[in-house]
C-alpha cells in the first residue's frame, strides 16, 4: 500500500511539472518571442464603447391610426485619432465631398455666409463672437476667414475647400471631441454616402457611421399642436438630464405628447462595442446591450375627425378673410376647434390655426424655416385651443341662465319685459335697441336664448349679482385649467371680485367691482376670458346633464413589452409636467327643468326661424343644439363663436369653433357643421385611408 501511495505521487508531482513547464514556455513565447508584436497589436488597438439611440414610443389615435413612428438614419461622427491637422482636414474635405456629391448637408454653425461672403450675425453679435475668439473686432469677412485658415493650418487655395474644411473644422472646435467621444458631423445622411463612407473607410480616418432612429410624424401638419415637435436637447436640459442618462446630442420632446410623456416615449439606449485600429479604421462591431424601445401613447383623438377640423378652420377662416360671406373681415387670421366626447370627456379633435410640420424639426431646424415659425406673427407654434384666450360673448349665457334659474334669481318660465336699454350700471342697450332701436318684447329664458337678449341677461345678473355667477361660471370648469395632458394650458380669467382683488394685490391698484361689470360679465363681456378647451368642457359637462368628468386627450399608454403601463405612472408623469391637478369630476345638479330651458333655447338657435344659426343647420338631418357668439375686442374685428352638441336629445359630442376677429358667430356654424358631418357620417368625401390602420392588439402582438 506505501509503495502504491508513493508512486501516485511521483506521477502526480511529474504531471505538476509538466504543466509548469508548459506555461513557462508558452509566458516566454508570449512575452519574449512574440512580445514585440503582441505589444504593437495593443497599442494599435482601441476598443470603444458607444451608444445606440433607442426607438421612441410611437403616438397612435383612439382606433390605432399610427401618427408618429421612427425611421432608420445614418449619422456621421467623428473621433480623435493621431493625425496631423493637415491630414484631418484632407479627411474633412473628401468626408464632406461625399455628402454633397449624394445631397446631403453636414453641420454648419459657422458664422459667415460663403456665398454671399457676408456675416450672418448682426454687427454687435459679430463682434462679440469675435472677441470670444480673440479676434479684432473690425476685422472683414476676408480676414476672419484667412484668421482660421491659418489657425487649422488650411494648405488648399480654393476658396469652395476652404469653406468646408472650416465649416467642419469649426463644429469640432466647437463641440469638442476625443478618442473615446466622437462629434457628430451629419444627421441623416442618405445610403449613398453611408456606403460610400464605409467603402472608402481607410481614407476616412476616424469616421464612423451608426445607425438611430428617424422621428417620422406621418399626418404631416394634422395634429401638430397636439403631438408637438423634438429638438435637439439644450445645455440647461442635458444639466437636469444627465443623470437620467442624457447625452448632449440627445433629441428630446420639445411640445406636445412629445414633451409631456418624455420619460415613457425615449426608450433606453443600447450599447456597441467599436473596435477602431490607429488610424481610426473600423475593424469590428458588436452590440453587447439591445436598445429598448419606448413606450407607445395612444391618444382619445380620431385622426379623420382631427384632419376634417383643421380643414374647416382654415377654410372658413380664408373664406371670411377674403368675404366669402356678407362681409370681409380681413383680420380674421386663427383660430381654433374642439369637439369633446359629452359622455367621457375625452378629446376627439383639437384643431388650432395655424398649424406647423413638425417633421421639420426631427433633424433641426434651418435659420428660414426658425423664421417662417418663430418669428412669424401669426404664431403658428402657439396651441390657441388650450393657450388662446378669448371672452365668450353670448356663449357665455347658458352659464348665467342656469346660475338664476337655479339661485332662484328668476322662474325657468318667468318672462321679463324687456325695454332697450337697461336702466342701471352703465345703463347698456340690448343689442336689437342699439341696431334698430328695437326691444324683444316679453322673453322667458328659452326665448332668451334664441334671440340672444341682452337686456334679459343684464336683468338677471343685476338680480343674483357678481358672486352667484362666478360661482356657476366656476362650477362649470371656467377661469381654470382643464387638466388636459398638454404643457401650456392657460387659466384664462374668470370675471369676479376675487379676480379684482388679485389685480388690486398685484399692481397696487383700489379697483372696486361695479354694476356695469356685473352686467357685462353677465353677457360674456367684462374680465371673462376663457380658452376654447375650456369652453369646450363647458358645453360637454352641460350637455351631459350638469355631470362633469375629468377631461382627457390620452385613453393608455403601452409598454414595449405590450403591457399596459399603470395609470399610476401616467398620472405621476402629468402632474410632474403640468403641475398637480385635483379630480374635476362631479355632478353639478341642475334641475331637469333648467336643462331643459336652456337646452330648449339652444336648439331654437338652430332649429327654428330666427335663430341665429338656423339657416345653416336647417337642412341637417339630425337636431343640434347651439349657439352663436360675437364677442368685441378692444382692437380688430369681434372675435367669432360657435358653441353646440349633438344630438339633442341624447348627446355624443359638444363642438366649440372660435376665429379671431371673424366679426360674427354665425360665420363660424358651417365649420361646426361640417366636423358634425363628419362624426355622424353625412359627408360625401371618400374615407381617408393616407395613414396605416392598425388595431393595438396588432400593435402588442408585432411586439
Known sequence: MQENLNMRFNILMIIVALVGIIFTVQLFNLQIVNGASYREQSENRLVRTISVSAPRGEIYDRYGKLLVTNEMGYTANLYYTKISKIELNEVLLKFANILEKNGDEYYNNFPIDFDTMEFKKKEESMKAWKTSNKIDENATVPEVIEFYKKKYEIQNQDIDEIKKIIVLRYEIATKGYSSVKSVTLAKNISKESMLEIEERGNELSGIVVTTYPIRKYLAGNIGSHILGYIGRISSSEYEKGKEQGYSQNDYIGKSGIEATFEELLRGEDGRMKLEMDSDG??????????????????????????????????????????????????????????????????????????????????????????????SNEKRPMFNRAIQGVYSPGSTFKMVTAVAAVESGAIGVEEEILTKGFFNQGHKPGCWVWNSYRGTHGLVNTEKALKVSCNYYFYDVSYRMGIDTLSKYASMFGLGKKTGIELIGETAGTLASREYIEMLNERDGGNRQWMIADTLSAGIGQSYNSFTPIQMAYYIATLANGGVKNDLTIVKNVISSNGSEVSGELVDSIVDEKIGKTESNAENLNISQETLDAVFEGMRSVTGETGGTAYSTFSSFPIEVAGKTGTATVSSGSPHAWFVGFAPYHEPEIAVVCVIEHGGHGSYTAPAVKEVMEEYFGYNNDEITEDLELRSIDEVLIER
Do not use: H
Not at 383623438?301 to 380681413?330: C, H, M, P, R, W
Not at 426631427?362 to 435659420?367: A, Q
Open 281 to 374: 479604421r473600423v475593424t469590428s462591431k458588436e452590440e453587447i446591450v439591445e436598445s429598448k424601445m419606448g413606450d407607445s401613447v395612444v391618444l382619445t383623438i380620431d385622426y379623420d375627425l382631427q384632419k376634417k377640423a383643421e380643414e374647416v378652420l382654415e377654410k372658413y377662416i380664408n373664406k371670411i378673410q377674403s368675404g366669402g360671406f356678407t362681409e370681409t373681415y380681413e383680420d380674421a387670421d386663427a383660430g381654433a376647434l374642439v369637439v369633446i366626447d359629452t359622455k367621457t370627456s375625452e378629446v376627439l379633435a383639437l384643431a388650432s390655426y395655424p398649424n406647423y410640420n413638425p417633421d421639420e424639426f426631427t433633424n433641426g431646424i434651418s435659420n428660414s424655416e426658425y423664421e417662417k415659425y418663430f
